[in-house]
């Protein structure tokens, strides 16, 4: 690695540990504010007002940190997951939450088409909504391409509807609007449909242990099904480059003559890996579950992912200046605001239908 590019990395690792302590903070915990969510909010800072001054040779180190040290951190995410995990929710969460984020996703590109927002911010704020939030994000901006500032713009709606849902849910669970809901039933719901981990830990938390361990279950069941997603959007993107394609080798042919331009297929490797670290987890638990060495060494693998994530959010956020949050204008949060309409209503009819059918 060359010297500017390691200069590039020690920036972002600097601001990615003030916004690991900010996270820390007692009334940013009670927020349930990340520090994934801290590092973008002080990468968006700097970028509107100090980035001008960081040299263009130390770039090379901010897309390391926003690209390698990503998929990196997505594939050690996966040490957190296990299929007894989703043993353990029962057919209906994890049905319920298979018709979410399928649900999601292509009621995302269809409003997308509607509203007539780019592509590429449709398909990261879909998934971005459907699975996990920032980290789903990050996952697709790869397979995508897009531009690092509609990441973060998309992750910025994230954030956003899913910090309003952490604290609408325990309000409306104290109010008597879930009464008709067992325990494990807020739990798929709350895990089914809120945005990020930690949004589902805070709202779980504040309604109670059992609801809170239910709800983070099948969050992270939800999780486990990036993998699927983040192949199938490869798989059509593809398929639409390669029409793409052959479309203009007809103009072309028609008019000069010219010969078959050709892309090459993203495959999302780190998705298999994810899959793969998830399959290993798994035999531990089986096997050494409750073993001292076994949950000191995964504690540590959550510090390492959570951390290079944070690196990779802070990175998109050194991105993302004002005048492209202007230009993106309202459309991202537009969509971001009725896929939120059809999680909280469309969850809770699920939820209230299926879970007394399935069990």
Same mark, same amino acid.
């Given at each position: 690695m060359k010297k500017e590019t390691i200069y590039g990395v020690i920036l972002i690792?600097?601001?990615? *540990?003030? $916004?690991?302590? +900010?996270?820390?903070?007692?009334? *940013?915990? $009670?927020?349930? +504010?990340s520090s994934l969510i801290m590092g973008i909010v002080l990468g968006m800072l700097f970028a509107n007002t100090y980035r001008s001054r960081v040299p263009e040779t130390w770039e090379p180190g901010l897309k390391f940190c926003s690209k390698r040290m990503l998929r990196l951190g997505i594939i050690l995410y996966g040490f957190r997951l296990t299929f007894q995990d989703v043993l353990a929710v029962g057919v209906s969460a994890v049905v319920i939450d298979a018709i979410i984020v399928a649900g999601t996703i292509?009621?995302?590109?269809?409003?997308g088409r509607m509203i007539r927002l780019d592509r590429d911010s449709t398909l990261l704020t879909s998934t971005?909504?459907?699975?996990c939030g920032a980290a789903?994000?990050?996952?697709?901006?790869?397979i995508v391409r897009a531009s690092q500032h509609k990441a973060a713009i998309a992750v910025s709606t994230v954030v956003i509807f899913g910090t309003i849902s952490m604290f609408l849910y325990p309000i409306a669970y104290r109010a008597g609007l879930f009464d008709d809901f067992t325990p494990q039933q807020i739990g798929i719901y709350t895990g089914a449909t809120l945005h990020e981990v930690a949004h589902v830990v805070g709202a779980g938390?504040?309604?109670?242990?059992?609801?809170?361990?239910s709800a983070l279950i099948v969050k992270m069941v939800r999780v486990m099904m990036l993998v699927p997603v983040l192949l199938t959007m490869s798989y059509f993107l593809a398929l639409e480059a390669a029409?793409?394609?052959?479309?203009?080798?007809?103009?072309?042919?028609n008019t000069t003559g010219g010969t078959e331009k050709k892309k090459k297929i993203i495959v999302p490797w780190f998705a298999f890996i994810f899959l793969l670290m998830i399959c290993v987890n798994s035999f531990l638990h089986a096997y050494f579950g409750g073993q001292e060495w076994l949950t000191a060494s995964l504690k540590v693998i959550e510090f390492v992912s959570t951390f290079m994530l944070t690196m990779a959010m802070t990175a998109l956020g050194c991105d993302t200046s004002m005048a492209k949050f202007r230009q993106a204008g309202a459309r991202p949060f537009v969509l971001a605001a009725l896929l939120y309409v059809w999680l909280v209503a469309g969850g809770?009819?699920?939820?209230?239908?299926?879970v007394p059918v399935l069990g």
């Open positions: 690792t600097v601001i990615s *540990v003030i $916004a690991w302590f +900010l996270a820390m903070i007692p009334a *940013v915990k $009670a927020l349930s +504010l292509l009621l995302g590109v269809w409003l971005g909504s459907a699975i789903a994000v990050l996952g697709a901006e790869p938390n504040a309604m109670g242990e059992q609801i809170a361990t029409r793409r394609n052959t479309a203009e080798v007809a103009v072309t042919d809770y009819l699920l939820t209230r239908f299926i």
